[in-house]
């Protein structure tokens, strides 16, 4: 029974990496200066989704992707550029307290 139900929570877990990586997708091409609908109409022929998929994906998980995105950035030592962070605040509708392009805290430190 337990590998049962091993094997729906890693079917959750696919579905659930499947929409982050969606998500991901339309945010990168968005990033790039794609509309949000050619953003979502490439993302659902890249990854084989319908387009209601890709645009539940990112309604339900763009935050996860601006994370995917910025952890990537960090972990290569590539902060956002000034005007990467202009289209995210448009693409967030100006609501970017989740990618901040330094610390907080090290600005008031200084």
Avoid: N, Y
Wanted: aromatic share 2%; hydrophobic share 40%; net charge neutral.
């Amino acid at each position: 029974m337990s590998s049962a139900s091993s094997a729906r929570g890693d079917h959750s877990e696919s579905d659930d990496e499947r929409m982050t990586a969606a998500a991901t997708a339309v945010l990168q091409r968005r990033l790039a200066g794609e509309s949000h609908r050619a953003a979502v109409l490439r993302v659902s022929t890249s990854h084989s989704l319908s387009v209601i998929e890709v645009q539940r994906a990112w309604v339900c998980k763009k935050h996860d992707a601006l994370s995917v995105l910025t952890i990537g950035r960090v972990v290569d030592a590539v902060p956002w550029t000034e005007a990467e962070v202009a289209r995210l605040s448009r693409i967030f509708s100006g609501r970017l307290e989740a990618a901040p392009t330094r610390d907080p805290e090290d600005s008031s430190a200084g």
